[in-house]
């Protein structure tokens, strides 16, 4: 079976190898387009593409696939190696681009999507971030049949994996990954054998994950801890949840809900103790957040009691306030 794939990051890459090492031939890797990154800005290629080039798999990183777009060269181009390529069928993950109608009818068998939750849950750019954010108890991988929708197809493959109370977006991640592999390997063999099974994914339980913003990462000290503390597991690594005092950005990497109720008059955001366990800041409906690993712009991410010793906080300081 000639399978095409398309991926960009190291999610996707996880499943390319696992296609790899199943045997299957890949004629041809869809990915992004180089992107600068790290401090020189210089131009790196993607996890994908390091991938495809290590095994000497032929490239396309087309700037975009609609061929009335803004680069309908790219799209032209990317049309002739794909049909040169004559593939039984396409994987999708993490990708990037939007496929047009063209691109989802081309293999005899349509392109098959690697997506990061158990659907119709958590459709759309950012399911492991909200998935976490939302205090969901698990989530999973659907292999679908893509259709021009936002991850809309029917259903062919479906996995649950529990979230441990521990996990961040990080974590998750990569063991989603690593299932995500397996369970590709295990529908394109069932593709072959004829016994893949589609079902349309049901109309109730739809909900959305929109991309992570980096405006989100500022911590309301308002909300709930416990709502805190997710957010903080959701966030880690990218954006991280930051909190600001005496106008320094502080980013919060971990943190323990403490069930206690802070006592009356104090602010939200206030540190309300600091002690062997870290800092204890006050949040809203009564509850206090322990923050234990820190980090200030340039720096580390540092436990508690080694942040403190660079950076002074107190009892009473209020933080997330202009000035604070």
């Known amino acids: 079976m000639r ?26 890797v869809l990915t ?45 181009a990317a049309r002739e190696a794909l049909a ?26 349509g392109c098959l999507n690697i997506h990061a939750s158990l659907l119709p849950r958590w459709r759309g750019a950012a399911p492991i971030h909200r998935a976490i954010e939302a205090g969901d108890a698990e989530t999973g991988i659907t292999v679908m049949q893509m259709d021009a929708g936002l991850d809309t197809g029917a259903m062919l493959l479906r996995e649950a994996l529990p979230i ?32 893949l099974a589609a079902a349309p994914q049901p109309e109730h339980g739809v909900s959305h994950a929109r991309k992570i913003a980096k405006a989100e990462s500022l911590i309301d000290w308002s909300q709930p801890a416990a709502v805190i503390a997710r957010r903080v597991r959701a966030f880690d690594p990218f954006p991280g949840m930051h909190t600001v005092h005496a106008g320094t950005a502080i980013k919060v990497w971990a943190c323990q809900f403490d069930s206690c109720k802070h006592l009356p008059g104090k602010h939200c955001g206030q540190i309300l103790f600091i002690d062997d366990s870290g800092i204890g800041v006050v949040c809203g409906d009564a509850t206090v957040l322990v923050l234990t690993v820190l980090q200030r712009a340039g720096g580390q991410r540092l436990a508690a009691a080694q942040f403190l010793r660079g950076f002074a906080l107190a009892p009473g300081d209020v933080l997330g306030e202009p000035g604070a």
């Open 3 to 28: 399978v095409v794939f398309a991926g960009t990051p190291e999610f996707a890459r996880v499943a390319l190898q696992a296609l790899l090492q199943a045997g299957f031939e890949v004629p041809l």
């Open 32 to 76: 992004q387009p180089d992107r600068p990154a790290g401090r020189g800005m210089k131009l790196q290629a993607s996890a994908v593409k390091q991938c495809a080039l290590a095994h000497g798999i032929a490239l396309a990183q087309p700037r975009s696939l609609r061929l009335d777009g803004k680069y309908p060269g790219d799209a032209a």
């Open 84 to 109: 040169a390529a004559r593939a039984d069928v396409m994987v999708v993950a993490a990708y990037g681009l939007i496929l047009p109608q063209w691109v989802l009818d081309l293999p005899r068998h």
């Open 164 to 195: 441990a109370a521990d996990d961040t977006t990080g974590s998750l991640h990569d063991k989603l990954a690593a299932l995500g592999g397996r369970l590709i390997v295990r529908a394109l063999e069932a593709l072959r054998q004829g016994a």
